[in-house]
């Protein structure tokens, strides 16, 4: 089945510090999407792409949805302490289908 | 967005039981899903819920281990059944926005299974 490559699978950052993380895939996606989860709790979405070259904020948190339709990319900036935990890319082929997911990048941020 | 309520959130089952997570949610939707999330893993997905119809189920997940109910367009059941350790996970229901193109998650039920 389809896979996503996220990376990095950790990051270890000093708050205040700009991140970024990115997720490939082999086929192409029509809609990207990024999630958030902290320890104990669903994922919850940050931000959702849906036409290739899209560039999209929400607060701090910017994503981009790639011209091939096979990337995305997603930047914290002047990272704090809660931005810690895990976050997933989650591809998806057409409306109303599933997701795949990549498996995670694990935040912390070191005061 | 959709309100995704998920019963339990959390519960410590024995071995070889079966058990019932429920999902709610506050306005009629068109696609649920049901994922498992293993310790320190991604999502994957076990089963989309069609309403009035069998859930349609992905590689390596079966029905009679999965058992899923739709009744209607707020509501939906997957049980775990004959249950080991191996089952300890996090089940997560899920649902489309109204367009399809936006996924959103409840917040889980975590089962242990000793």
């Known amino acids: 089945g389809q896979q996503l490559n996220q990376s990095p699978q950790s990051m270890f950052i000093q708050e205040g510090e700009d991140v970024s993380m990115n997720c490939t895939s082999s086929?192409?996606?029509?809609?990207w999407l990024w999630y958030k989860q902290d320890p104990g709790e669903g994922p919850v979405l940050l931000i959702a792409?849906?036409?290739?070259?899209e560039l999209t904020s929400n607060g701090r948190l910017t994503a981009q949805f790639g011209i091939t339709r096979k990337d995305s990319f997603l930047n914290i900036s002047a990272s704090i302490p809660s931005d810690v935990g895990i976050y997933f890319c989650?591809?998806?082929?057409?409306?109303?289908?599933?997701?795949?997911f990549g498996k995670g990048t694990r935040l912390s941020v070191i005061a | 967005s959709a309100v995704i309520s998920q019963k339990p959130s959390r519960d410590i089952c024995q071995r070889g039981t079966s058990l019932t997570i429920q999902c709610q949610v506050d306005?009629?939707?068109?696609?649920m899903f049901w994922y498992r999330q293993q310790p320190g893993q991604s999502l994957t997905l076990i089963a989309t819920?069609?309403?009035?119809?069998?859930?349609?189920?992905e590689s390596g997940f079966v029905i009679d281990k999965f058992p899923i109910s739709r009744p209607n367009l707020t509501f939906s059941t997957l049980t775990v059944s004959n249950m080991s350790p191996e089952d300890s996970s996090i089940y997560l229901c899920?649902?489309?926005?109204?367009?399809?193109?936006?996924?959103?998650f409840g917040e889980g039920s975590w089962l242990t299974v000793v």
């Open positions: 989650a591809g998806q082929l057409a409306g109303n289908t599933p997701l795949v």
């Open positions: 792409l849906y036409k290739a070259g």
């Open positions: 086929s192409i996606f029509n809609t």
């Open positions: 819920a069609n309403q009035g119809s069998e859930a349609t189920y």
């Open positions: 306005s009629q939707v068109t696609m």
């Open positions: 899920s649902v489309a926005g109204q367009l399809g193109n936006t996924i959103y």
